[in-house]
């Protein structure tokens, strides 16, 4: 393997780019054959056909090559390589791999020899050649990459048969044959689809304008690569609605206590409310409405620090979430709730209570696949559930 791919590796995997063994493979075996090695535009074109599986993936894999030291292999005209320093044997693939052949004018020699390394470019400047390089802007680099979130909420899946019948039924064609004795046409099935709804509430401005960028960040990668059968999106501030009945919370045992527990039975299902179409907070929508649209088996997820982040604790904010869950379960759909602040970063708050009553689990890679699971119906551990 050429010096420089551990270090590109690593720095890849860093990012968020499970390369694996099999890409340095494919990698090395198609170095071999002499392709990628005329020009550094060439080697990252070459990587980037190799391991690049979306733009994002493609920008990636370039600008982390102008931070490793790559080498240069002078291949030109047939001549072969010239090294400045003791020559670095590249023998061929192990196994026995019909490689394909290499450019007419290459004459490979039987061993590669490779330079000494030069550096694409310094730092995250532009490359030598002085040419402008878009692509090393400084880009954010989220805890997530939008592979890991696309994987995980295509777990979410509903399949059900629609359309017309295309596909082979094997067990009813067996039984029909069983049945009659006489060889008949097949029977046909329509093909599985995926009939999975997901409802997306997101918290945005005051204590989450911090979290902005990484929550659009989440949210690009499931409308583009979740493969739900339906995603609907949207935004409020604090609270989806407000309750207008908010009574039981006078008789209260302790009034400046953190529970709801005494008169949790008491709480009424959220009867209004508004959220809103865009990120801007515009384009109203009354919050019945929408929760009308939710079929039983749907999913709603919310996505809110619910006071963690100022670690403040609101006993009618608590009642108001209480109240929304309770409408959620109303229209007999499954409710998740994703924090972007840590469990540890809940404790006194609003979101410590409410995680109590309503399945709630960090924004992160471990908290998504447990939220998955509970949209997928399967029960949750509650102290207290609704």
Not at 260 to 283: F, M
Not at 299 to 324: E, H, K, N, P
Request: net charge neutral.
């Amino acid at each position: 393997m050429p010096a420089f791919l551990h270090d590109l590796v690593i720095r890849l995997r860093r990012r968020g780019l499970p390369i694996g063994v099999d890409d340095c493979a494919a990698l090395r075996t198609v170095l071999s054959t002499g392709h990628g090695l005329r020009s550094p535009d060439e080697l990252r074109a070459l990587c980037v056909t190799l391991w690049a599986k979306s733009r994002r993936d493609a920008e990636l894999i370039v600008s982390t090559l102008h931070l490793v030291d790559v080498p240069e292999w002078p291949v030109e005209g047939g001549a072969a390589p010239v090294t400045d320093g003791p020559p670095v044997a590249f023998p061929a693939p192990e196994s026995a791999v019909e490689l394909p052949p290499p450019a007419a004018d290459a004459e490979m020699p039987e061993a590669l020899t490779i330079t000494a390394p030069t550096r694409l470019g310094d730092g995250l400047g532009p490359p030598r050649s002085g040419r402008s390089a878009p692509f090393l802007m400084l880009q954010p680099q989220y805890p997530l990459s939008q592979r890991e979130v696309a994987q995980v909420w295509r777990r979410l899946r509903l399949p059900v048969r629609q359309g017309p019948p295309t596909e082979l039924d094997v067990d009813a064609t067996v039984v029909r044959y069983a049945s009659t004795g006489v060889a008949m046409p097949p029977v046909l099935a329509p093909r599985r689809v995926n009939a999975a709804r997901l409802l997306l509430l997101v918290d945005l401005n005051g204590s989450m304008t911090p979290f902005h960028g990484l929550v659009e960040h989440v949210l690009r990668a499931i409308v583009r690569a979740a493969r739900l059968d339906e995603i609907t999106i949207a935004y409020f501030h604090n609270s989806p609605g407000r309750s207008p009945d908010r009574s039981p919370l006078a008789d209260l045992p302790d009034p400046l206590g953190a529970e709801l527990d005494p008169v949790l039975d008491r709480i009424t299902p959220l009867p209004g409310g508004r959220v809103y179409r865009n990120p801007d907070l515009t384009g109203s929508r009354p919050l019945p409405a929408l929760l009308a649209d939710t079929t039983p088996g749907s999913s709603v997820a919310v996505i809110s620090d619910a006071g963690a982040m100022r670690g403040s604790f609101a006993i009618t904010r608590l009642y108001d979430a209480v109240a929304f869950a309770l409408a959620v379960a109303a229209r007999r759909a499954h409710l998740a709730w994703l924090n972007p602040l840590a469990r540890g970063r809940w404790a006194g708050t609003t979101a410590g209570q409410l995680a109590r009553h309503v399945p709630m689990f960090p924004l992160d890679r471990d908290g998504m696949y447990a939220a998955v699971d509970v949209l997928r119906g399967r029960p949750a551990t509650l102290e207290r559930p609704l």
